[in-house]
């Protein structure tokens, strides 16, 4: 069964401050993994896609890494601001279910001060 | 161009009343998703529409709900009678195609409280 876990739960960064968020699973048969912000209040945004066959995606300062036989992915934020404050998730597609369901992390709670 | 809506934002029922939850998915998204959020624990997947028809309702909790998504449109969760533990938020999300583009955009979400 997948499971996907994120860590750290919150982070406390000063702004400029470039950061790494962490995202492990457990099964390596995935079909893609997503990162997605969530603010207050708010749905969810998907950040970047990550198809399995691919190592990385980048979006601004946003890049997403995957190492599939490890089970891990990694988002790095570079130059942090105060507006990228917010919960970020992880989630996977894996082969155990169909394409559509998504399994996600916890999520990590990060805060920028200014 | 209009995302994925859900009403109503919040809801406030007794254990036992019905509840009724809507989805809007973006225009022309034919795959449909209903999630879950229950306090402290992570996102989990309810169901998946492709058009009006059920892919995957291996997520659903119980019997104590129905979804339905008529002429392939939006989207209905139903949940009848409600107990304490469905309280959350309920997310709705829709994606173009389930496999080259399956970004799936998410909806605000409804909170469902039952007292």
């Known amino acids: 069964k997948q499971e996907v876990t994120q860590i750290p739960a919150a982070l406390s960064v000063p702004e400029g401050e470039n950061l790494v968020l962490n995202c492990s699973f457990t099964?390596?048969?995935?079909?893609?993994l997503q990162w997605f912000r969530q603010d207050p209040g708010k749905g969810l945004t998907s950040l970047l896609l990550?198809?399995?066959?691919?190592r990385e995606q980048t979006s601004g300062r946003l890049n997403a890494s995957l190492d599939k036989s490890s089970g891990r992915s990694t988002l790095y934020i570079a130059a942090s601001q105060p507006g990228d404050s917010a919960t970020y998730l992880c989630?996977?597609?894996?082969?155990?279910?169909?394409?559509?369901?998504?399994?996600f992390g916890k999520g990590t709670k990060l805060s920028v001060k200014p | 161009e209009a995302g994925v809506t859900q009403f109503p934002s919040h809801s406030v029922i007794e254990k036992g009343q019905t509840v009724t939850l809507r989805c809007d998915p973006i225009s022309g998204h034919d795959n449909l998703y209903w999630y879950r959020r229950v306090m402290g624990k992570e996102i989990k997947f309810l169901l998946h529409?492709?058009?009006?028809?059920?892919?995957?309702e291996s997520g659903m909790p119980n019997n104590r709900f129905l979804a339905e998504r008529t002429g392939g449109t939006y989207s209905t969760l139903k949940v009848q009678p409600a107990e304490l533990e469905d309280s959350g938020v309920y997310f709705c999300?829709?994606?173009?195609?389930?496999?080259?583009?399956?970004?799936?955009?998410f909806g605000a979400g409804t909170r469902l409280s039952v007292l």
């Open positions: 529409f492709v058009k009006e028809s059920k892919q995957d």
């Open positions: 999300a829709s994606s173009q195609d389930v496999r080259d583009n399956m970004i799936q955009y």
């Open positions: 990550i198809q399995s066959s691919q």
């Open positions: 099964d390596s048969a995935i079909y893609n």
């Open positions: 989630a996977v597609s894996s082969y155990g279910g169909s394409q559509g369901n998504l399994i």
